[in-house]
């Protein structure tokens, strides 16, 4: 009991060290001069305050560095000869640029146009070569060179190593039309492709004639197609009344074909032929307009042959009945197309 | 009384504007120190319930955008020592404070530690002529509440309105409506020193700002270190500053009492300062860092090094043992506990229903003060921080800045004082003009 109650300081009471204490940092002593008073003065305060107001914030760093840069450039532009220089500085540094040698277009290649399309493509381009491509429009260039009959379609572009390529597709003729105004060389759309002074300069293509016949070239290619054995003989076809084909043979024979299915109709007549060598004999016009009801008129001289055989008088070449002794004309007029048509004569 | 209630008015008008605009700054003049805030009013409705942000007892109407605590300058027991000195703390704190905000504020709510405060419970009654109590007969009665003497220079800091009771129905919050004869009042006065007033107001107008309300700082302590229950069930904020010790006791949500020490914190220091011969700046440092109120036996052992640079090495090498520093301590502490004892005493706070007292303020942080207060003042006691704000920086959530926090609450919601209330027509005059112009307009 007496170690629990020890007089006076022991030596391990002593050694023991006072317990860690986080403690703050010692205030600093006084530098030798004086301390600069933290308040702000009375004038840093007001112009703070003003800092701090929104409008007056916004002019400062708005309204003020706009102000003042647009009075520099204001300034700076308003002497006449300053302003001619910059913007003569601007052209010269664009043309610099678009003249380059990248940007040129030397040469001009063109495929698959004949001559008379090179040459008319060549002088459309609306620059002498060489010229920067900036220059050239390829789009207007392209709508220019559509204007022309003979090109179906052309593809225009500027190749790297300055070449300005073209590929032209041609249009290919395929049938002759004649109308008032001339001969002219379609495709097979319709299109017209080129002029022909006479018919003998394409004697390989077909030829149609008649108002409005153009729009119809697919139906006179079927036509063609369609005519076979007939095909030497064959003139042209003739659109009548902008409605519907007559097929016109080399004697003056004519095939009128229905507006509704004209090829079965030429069929129909191509197969009378064959049978009974229709066209071989005197008919002037095989009439297919009514399906249901085909009809022949006759020439003149089978007429005549008729009505001798009957005992009538005979048909003069203007269709009327001649006096007895005319024989001789009546004879040589058989090429007459306005023959009164007798029906129905025979059927097929 | 008239041109005060002018005055108070002015002011209320002064706030309202502040409020318009949505941003006013709070400003806590105390004795060691001295803060500022600035609060931004956004309107309720800024959080959601799924935000996690409680209704935070009504305050989330506002937040704190901007906050600077400074050394206060030309302070003396709560009151301005030297105007320019404290004019330039106020500049100090109020442009740090805006700085961190961004905004310029040019409405401020200040708050006065000092000053003498002294405490007036008056009672007024009218009797109700058309058997109905009115809008005006409550602004009626409070204007006849019977005005005692306060003293050459006394200006009224809070006059509010406590209890309302008609033909003995007592404990009303709200008269309006109630149907009776008499309407009687008890209304709670707290008036400082006239000359204090004036210069706070003149030190702020000096750094161009505009008063829009001041505080006795007890009392907006108390708003924000009490919790609600201890507003309503009655009790007392100490509210231990620099240089004033402030005590306000509330019950049923009213401050029914307010008054000062003027010991502080302030005064611990000076004894330390006198006790070991140490610089003022060392004497807070010791007090601050190693002070305290309960002695142990370690205490004996900690050593401290309490240095000096007098060249005097003997003197400069001084180690104090930390049970002498509060053996320093102590009996000032407990003085200083002993006077909030005599005024809670006189304010009869013993017969209060719940008799809960919370220490705040800066020197409420000396570690053992809640085993002395309890000793002293009763046995429930303890440590009031205040009430958590929206945007309050970590660093102001310390005890030392519930006057700071209060005055947040103030601003936002203050209570009804008694120029809140239109004051009754008394001159003759102006009611027989009024009467004419009435009678104009009612013939012609």
Known sequence: ??????????????????????????????????????????????????????????????????????????????????????????????????????????????????PVVDKGLRAMLPVTLPASSFDIDLSALRTQVMKLDAVEKIELRIRPGGILSAVVTERTPALL???????????????????????????????????????????????????????????????????????????GQRIMLPERRPVQALEEAVGLHRRHDLLSRDVAVIDLRNGDRP????????????????????????????????????GAAGQGGSGQTTRPAETG | MRDLYQGQRAMRQMRRAAMARGVIAVLDIGTSKMSCMVLQFDGPGQFREEDGVGPMAGQSNFRVIGAATTQSRGMRFGEIGTMAETERAVRTVVSAAQK????????????????????????????????????????????????????????????????FAIDGRSGLADPRDHVGNRLSVDMHALTIDGDAAGNLVHCIRRCDLELAGVASAAYVAGRAALVEDEQELGGACIDMGGGVTGV??????????????????ELV?????????????????????????????????????????????????????????IGIM?????????????????AGFEHMPSRQIVLTGGGSQIPGLETLAARILGQNVRIGRPLRINGLAQEMTTPGHAATVGLALFAAHPQDEWWDFEMPLESHGVRSLRRAVRWFRANW
Not at chain 1, 206 to 216: K, L, N, Q, T
Not at chain 1, 219 to 225: G, H, N, R, S, Y
Not at chain 2, 135 to 142: M, R, T, W
Not at chain 2, 287 to 312: C, L, N, Q
Request: proline share 6%; glycine share 10%.
């Open chain 2, 100 to 163: 961190r905000a961004g905004v310029r504020v040019d409405h401020v709510i200040a708050c006065l530690s000092g000053a003498r405060p002294a405490s007036y419970g008056l009672a007024g009654e009218i009797p109700l002529a058309s058997g109905k109590c009115a809008e005006h007969d409550v602004a009626a009665v409070l204007a006849a509440c019977n005005v005692p003497d306060f003293g050459r220079g006394r200006e009224v800091l809070h006059a509010q309105p406590v209890n």
């Open chain 1, 1 to 114: 009991m007496q170690e629990l109650t020890r007089p006076g300081r022991s030596a391990d009471w002593r050694g023991r060290p006072p317990p860690a204490r986080p403690v703050g940092a010692r205030p600093q002593p006084r530098a030798g001069t004086a301390r600069r008073d933290p308040a702000p003065s009375r004038l840093a305060y007001r112009l703070h305050r003003i800092w701090l107001t929104p409008v007056y914030r916004r002019v400062l760093r708005v309204g003020l560095p706009g102000f003042a840069l647009a009075m520099v450039v204001g300034l700076y532009l308003a002497d006449e000869s300053r302003r001619a220089e910059l913007s003569g500085g601007v052209t010269a540094m664009i043309e610099k640029i678009q003249t380059r040698d990248e940007f040129m277009v030397r040469t001009m290649t063109i495929e698959g146009a004949s």
């Open chain 2, 330 to 346: 102590r009996p000032r502490v407990e003085e200083i506990l002993d006077e909030v004892r005599v005024v809670l005493d006189a």
């Open chain 2, 248 to 265: 306000s006791i509330f019950v049923k949500k009213h401050m029914i009492f307010a008054d000062a020490v003027r010991m502080g914190g």
């Open chain 1, 295 to 330: 009809a022949l008129r006759l020439g003149l001289t089978a007429q005549n042959t008729l009505r001798r055989a009957r005992g009538k008088p005979e048909l003069g070449p203007d269709g009327r009945v001649s006096e007895p002794g005319d024989d001789k004309t009546a």
């Open chain 2, 269 to 325: 220091t000076q004894d330390i300062t006198r006790g070991l011969r140490v610089p003022t700046t060392v004497a807070e440092w010791l007090k601050t860092r190693h002070g305290g109120i309960e002695a142990t036996g370690r205490d004996d052992r900690e050593m401290i090094e309490v240095g000096g640079e007098t060249g005097d090495w003997e003197h400069d090498r001084r180690t104090v043992s930390r049970a002498d520093l």
């Open chain 1, 177 to 251: 039309w004649r109308h008032a105004g001339g001969i002219e060389l379609l495709d097979a759309g319709g299109h017209r492709v080129a002029s022909a002074t006479a018919r003998d300069v394409r004697p390989d293509l077909p030829m149609i004639a008649g108002e409005g016949a153009a729009a119809h070239t697919v139906e006179a290619l079927a036509l063609f197609e369609a005519a076979g054995p007939i095909l030497p003989r064959l003139r042209g076809l003739q659109r009548m009344g902008e409605r519907r084909w007559d097929v016109v043979l080399d004697d």
